[in-house]
């Protein structure tokens, strides 16, 4: 009993000290027992208040409890971190904060650019998008620091005991995943370049192969190698550090070989035009580029050209060959090659020159002719050779009519030595030719005065007198040929007329007062074939004549020439317009 008694008193006094302790929180006058340690007033960290006491069976009711303190801000460093954490892309400084909306929103964001972005290709990520998405990261670390500051009563954050210095060096580390993830997709985009030009490399090599020894001179297999040169002249001057880049030089060696795949099989011919298009490839692509391919072709360019040319030679200079020796000596006129064109030309007219006695000496005149157009043509000094070519053609034209003449080809002799004369006029054989033509032309009217070719020497003996008047209103030439060969013209008969019918000629040259033009011939013995021909206006309505005789000694010879005009039903029986008239 006397111990219960004891604890309420102590009870009651322990009540009592509480009560003094409060109205010492409430008042400052009043004292607290020096037994009662003093109660702060603020906690040093928000922490939970004491729970309520149970209100007393008696008395009047407690005092409401007090409003729920309200923490200081968080530390700047907590601030800081969190900012840094939501740049992350990964929204971890709504994490710390709690704030799974936004979390979940800042992950929804990234995913979405990373669907955008990857796999990685040679455009990279688009800027416009890029620029959104980073708009979208520093709005999320703007308002990750704004949240962190505001002290509103919530439950502490996640590491309450992070250290500031410690969480801002963590969100610094995450950080690295952003820009380790930037990094990795350049990358990714760099060997997607790179993919993509070791593709347009391989379909470049492929195009030169299929066009591998087809040359360059059709259109399509032409496109077929510049388009390869373009894609290679491309990757070797702009893309030069990447791995397709370094590989153009072996490429471009690869091309070469294969334009000029005729050269290394020894089609010479073949091998020109691709030649010269790789030897102008220096002037669309680089020569560091090429290195010594630049000057590879011109020697092969050049055995080229002579070869080829030679070949023109040897077909008498025709051909679309015939300028490969001209232009060789232009190109190259230093060359070795070009100092072989003299010997080799010279060397085929000599051989031309030499079968003009042969049975086709028009064949060898004509390669004789070309080989001559291609000396003139050299830009180099070849007097003595065109003085060679040209004296072979002179020789090659004479022996051309004459064995025109000899073939009874009496209108081509005729053209072939009326060609000679006018080309050659100084010509040793300029009055041989024309004997010859002469002949050629009376033997297209009369083939007896084509058996055999004009004497060369005049014969000698007496010579008899052939007079020749002309009865007609037109000047005539008379071409004879026989012991002697030669012409005759006479003018005009002023006074003189047409006759109407043939019953009308024995007139013909009769008249004494018309006073006939006339020439004499002093011709040698023997058998002779005339042709008349007129001249003037009415020319060619006038139809020459031919006639034959033999010149016998002892005797003078009239010979008159006249016109007979024919209707249109004249024709029906084949008669002579003119009709010489000759008398003993």
């Given at each position: 009993?006397?111990?219960?008694?004891?604890?309420?008193?102590?009870?009651?006094?322990?009540?009592?000290?509480?009560?003094?302790?409060?109205?010492?929180?409430?008042?400052?006058?009043?004292?607290?027992?020096?037994?009662?340690?003093?109660?702060?007033?603020?906690?040093?960290?928000?922490?939970?208040?004491?729970?309520?006491?149970?209100?007393?069976?008696?008395?009047?009711?407690?005092?409401?409890?007090?409003?729920?303190?309200?923490?200081?801000?968080?530390?700047?460093?907590?601030?800081?971190?969190?900012?840094?954490?939501?740049?992350?892309?990964?929204?971890?400084?709504?994490?710390?904060?709690?704030?799974?909306?936004?979390?979940?929103?800042?992950?929804?964001?990234?995913?979405?650019?990373?669907?955008?972005?990857?796999?990685?290709?040679?455009?990279?990520?688009?800027?416009l998008l890029v620029v959104l998405y980073a708009l979208v990261l520093i709005g999320a670390a703007l308002d990750g620091?704004?949240?962190?500051r505001v002290p509103v009563p919530r439950p502490p954050l996640v590491l309450p005991a992070l250290r500031p210095a410690?969480?801002?060096?963590?969100?610094?580390?995450?950080?690295?995943?952003?820009?380790?993830?930037?990094?990795?997709?350049?990358?990714?985009?760099?060997?997607?370049?790179?993919?993509?030009?070791?593709?347009?490399?391989?379909?470049?090599?492929?195009?030169?192969?299929?066009?591998?020894?087809?040359?360059?001179?059709?259109?399509?297999?032409?496109?077929?190698?510049?388009?390869?040169l373009g894609v290679y002249r491309e990757l070797g001057e702009k893309e030069g550090d990447s791995r397709a880049g370094?590989?153009?030089?072996?490429?471009?060696?690869?091309?070469?070989?294969?334009?000029?795949?005729?050269?290394?099989?020894?089609?010479?011919?073949?091998?020109?035009?691709?030649?010269?298009?790789?030897?102008?490839?220096?002037?669309?692509?680089?020569?560091?580029?090429?290195?010594?391919?630049?000057?590879?072709?011109?020697?092969?360019?050049?055995?080229?050209?002579?070869?080829?040319?030679?070949?023109?030679?040897?077909?008498?200079?025709?051909?679309?060959?015939?300028?490969?020796?001209?232009?060789?000596?232009?190109?190259?006129?230093?060359?070795?090659?070009?100092?072989?064109?003299?010997?080799?030309?010279?060397?085929?007219?000599?051989?031309?020159?030499?079968?003009?006695?042969?049975?086709?000496?028009?064949?060898?005149?004509?390669?004789?002719?070309?080989?001559?157009?291609?000396?003139?043509?050299?830009?180099?000094?070849?007097?003595?050779?065109?003085?060679?070519?040209?004296?072979?053609?002179?020789?090659?034209?004479?022996?051309?009519?004459?064995?025109?003449?000899?073939?009874?080809?009496?209108?081509?002799?005729?053209?072939?030595?009326?060609?000679?004369?006018?080309?050659?006029?100084?010509?040793?054989?300029?009055?041989?030719?024309?004997?010859?033509?002469?002949?050629?032309?009376?033997?297209?009217?009369?083939?007896?005065?084509?058996?055999?070719?004009?004497?060369?020497?005049?014969?000698?003996?007496?010579?008899?007198?052939?007079?020749?008047?002309?009865?007609?209103?037109?000047?005539?030439?008379?071409?004879?040929?026989?012991?002697?060969?030669?012409?005759?013209?006479?003018?005009?008969?002023?006074?003189?007329?047409?006759?109407?019918?043939?019953?009308?000629?024995?007139?013909?040259?009769?008249?004494?007062?018309?006073?006939?033009?006339?020439?004499?011939?002093?011709?040698?013995?023997?058998?002779?074939?005339?042709?008349?021909?007129?001249?003037?206006?009415?020319?060619?309505?006038?139809?020459?004549?031919?006639?034959?005789?033999?010149?016998?000694?002892?005797?003078?010879?009239?010979?008159?020439?006249?016109?007979?005009?024919?209707?249109?039903?004249?024709?029906?029986?084949?008669?002579?317009?003119?009709?010489?008239?000759?008398?003993?």
């Open positions: 009993m006397g111990r219960d008694s004891d604890e309420k008193e102590t009870g009651a006094s322990g009540s009592d000290a509480g009560a003094t302790g409060r109205a010492g929180a409430d008042g400052p006058g009043d004292a607290v027992p020096p037994s009662v340690p003093a109660q702060p007033l603020t906690p040093p960290w928000p922490a939970s208040p004491p729970p309520p006491s149970q209100p007393p069976s008696f008395g009047p009711p407690p005092p409401a409890a007090p409003p729920q303190p309200v923490g200081p801000p968080p530390p700047s460093g907590h601030v800081a971190a969190v900012a840094l954490l939501n740049l992350t892309g990964l929204g971890l400084g709504y994490a710390l904060l709690r704030d799974w909306l936004r979390l979940a929103l800042a992950l929804a964001a990234t995913g979405l650019f990373l669907l955008l972005v990857l796999p990685a290709d040679t455009d990279g990520a688009p800027g620091a704004r949240r962190a410690v969480a801002v060096a963590l969100a610094l580390a995450l950080l690295a995943v952003p820009v380790g993830g930037a990094v990795a997709y350049e990358a990714a985009q760099d060997e997607a370049v790179e993919r993509m030009l070791l593709d347009r490399l391989a379909a470049a090599d492929k195009r030169v192969e299929a066009a591998r020894g087809s040359g360059v001179s059709g259109k399509d297999r032409s496109a077929e190698f510049r388009a390869a370094k590989l153009v030089p072996k490429r471009l060696a690869t091309f070469y070989d294969a334009v000029s795949a005729p050269y290394a099989e020894k089609k010479y011919c073949d091998a020109v035009e691709p030649l010269k298009y790789l030897r102008d490839v220096p002037d669309s692509v680089d020569d560091d580029l090429l290195g010594k391919l630049a000057t590879w072709p011109d020697e092969p360019l050049a055995i080229s050209f002579l070869e080829c040319g030679k070949r023109a030679l040897a077909a008498g200079g025709s051909g679309a060959d015939r300028g490969d020796l001209a232009e060789l000596i232009s190109t190259f006129p230093e060359s070795a090659q070009a100092a072989a064109v003299t010997p080799a030309v010279d060397a085929a007219i000599k051989e031309r020159a030499g079968k003009l006695g042969g049975a086709d000496p028009c064949t060898s005149t004509t390669e004789l002719e070309n080989l001559s157009e291609m000396v003139n043509s050299f830009e180099t000094d070849t007097a003595a050779l065109k003085k060679r070519a040209a004296s072979a053609v002179e020789s090659g034209t004479y022996a051309c009519g004459v064995d025109q003449f000899k073939d009874k080809r009496f209108d081509l002799a005729l053209e072939t030595l009326t060609s000679f004369r006018s080309t050659y006029k100084d010509s040793k054989r300029k009055d041989r030719a024309r004997d010859i033509a002469i002949a050629a032309e009376i033997a297209a009217e009369r083939g007896a005065a084509g058996k055999r070719l004009p004497p060369e020497k005049t014969p000698g003996g007496p010579r008899l007198e052939v007079v020749v008047s002309n009865d007609a209103s037109d000047a005539v030439e008379i071409l004879y040929t026989g012991p002697v060969t030669g012409t005759l013209k006479i003018e005009a008969c002023g006074g003189c007329e047409n006759y109407s019918s043939y019953d009308a000629v024995d007139k013909a040259c009769k008249d004494p007062g018309k006073g006939y033009p006339k020439k004499t011939l002093r011709l040698p013995v023997g058998d002779y074939h005339f042709l008349l021909k007129h001249s003037g206006d009415a020319a060619d309505d006038v139809t020459s004549t031919t006639d034959g005789m033999s010149i016998d000694p002892g005797y003078s010879y009239t010979y008159c020439s006249y016109v007979v005009e024919t209707g249109p039903f004249d024709s029906i029986r084949p008669v002579d317009p003119i009709d010489p008239v000759l008398a003993r």
